[in-house]
């Protein structure tokens, strides 16, 4: 490839990012190093009264939502990114449930942002890079995904068209909620994240997101079912309960996604190699209840004794009743 016309996307990817001094979107160097954005949008912590609270990080201390920022050059945080808050805080409160799961792909890239904004904020890999005799954070494979995301992330600015299983899509997997909402406005938000999977868990009120930057794998597999489960309006207990099956489900892809990039036209195209690849192995490893019953008790913040029958042969379920109807659980406002 002529070296001039290497895609500005691809710049971003390599060694250079994850610095203090280089945005986290795009990858330019920042002319000031006050130029910051929030992990977590003034928006949403204005919202839900997030800016005194506190988010757990992955070397297990926790710092303030209001503090927890990325560097982020003056374009990047006044066009492509403040387009994208104004766009999504409409999808999300100022419009019906449709509009949102109709824009998926911005949802996606949405939470997925966050996601890298915590990771970068988190600056794990300069830490795996300045002892590269040490032990390895990120393994290769997460990194790989890492960079895919990351690069999907950029698509506000670069036209990207992703493709997988024959199928033009949006890069992942990404479930949208109509939820009751709990009386108490200090308890409408909740953030879990996983990354290892990559995955995003976010209780806005009456509004739920779960997404995992995946290809679409969970997506093929469940996304019917999760729909069908999601076609009402949900409890948050049962949305919870939803968010630890699509959480443990992700945790059992057993591939990585291997992907093909072109550019032309001004268009990248991300063909996503069929996820199966050669081997006739499935691409979820089997689900075992009893492992799935860890997920769900942590989603519910109960011990897994709570969330199982005596003999840990039966897993609770906020869904359906014991024949298999639907349960509607009505909001507490005592
Ligand atoms: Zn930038």
Request: hydrophobic share 40%; glycine share 6%.
């Amino acid at each position: 490839m002529n070296t001039k016309k290497v895609p500005k996307a691809f710049r971003p990817i390599n060694k250079r990012i994850y610095s203090r001094n280089r945005c986290f979107y795009c990858g330019n160097l920042l002319r000031s190093k006050n130029s910051k954005e929030h992990v977590f949008p003034k928006w949403l912590q204005e919202k839900f009264n997030l800016w005194d609270q506190t988010i757990h990080l992955l070397n297990g201390t926790t710092i303030q939502y209001s503090k927890l920022t990325v560097p982020c050059c003056h374009r990047c945080n006044t066009v492509h990114l403040s387009k994208l808050e104004n766009r999504v805080k409409r999808y999300l409160f100022g419009e019906p449930i449709s509009v949102a799961r109709k824009h998926s792909g911005d949802i996606l890239i949405w939470v997925l942002k966050i996601l890298l904004g915590i990771i970068y904020a988190e600056r794990l890999l300069p830490w795996q890079r300045s002892k590269p005799g040490g032990r390895r954070i990120l393994p290769r494979e997460m990194k790989d995904s890492l960079s895919m995301t990351h690069f999907f992330v950029q698509g506000l600015d670069l036209k990207i068209e992703f493709e997988a299983e024959g199928q033009i899509r949006i890069p992942g997997s990404v479930f949208i909620f109509n939820l009751k909402q709990l009386p108490d406005p200090a308890e409408h938000f909740t953030f879990r994240d996983d990354l290892n999977s990559l995955s995003v868990f976010m209780r806005l009120g009456n509004r739920g997101i779960i997404a995992t930057a995946d290809g679409g794998a969970v997506d093929f597999d469940v996304g019917g079912a999760v729909r069908r489960d999601g076609a009402v309006k949900l409890h948050p207990v049962q949305f919870s309960e939803i968010g630890a099956k699509i959480f443990y489900k992700a945790s059992l892809f057993n591939r990585t996604a291997k992907y093909m990039t072109m550019y032309s036209n001004k268009t990248y195209r991300v063909m996503q190699m069929p996820l199966a690849g050669l081997s006739p192995r499935p691409v979820f490893d089997d689900w075992d209840h009893f492992a799935y019953a860890h997920f769900l008790a942590l989603f519910m913040n109960v011990d897994v004794s709570r969330v199982t029958s005596a003999d840990q042969s039966l897993v609770s379920t906020w869904l359906y009743d014991k024949d298999g109807n639907r349960t509607y659980i009505p909001i507490d406002t005592k």
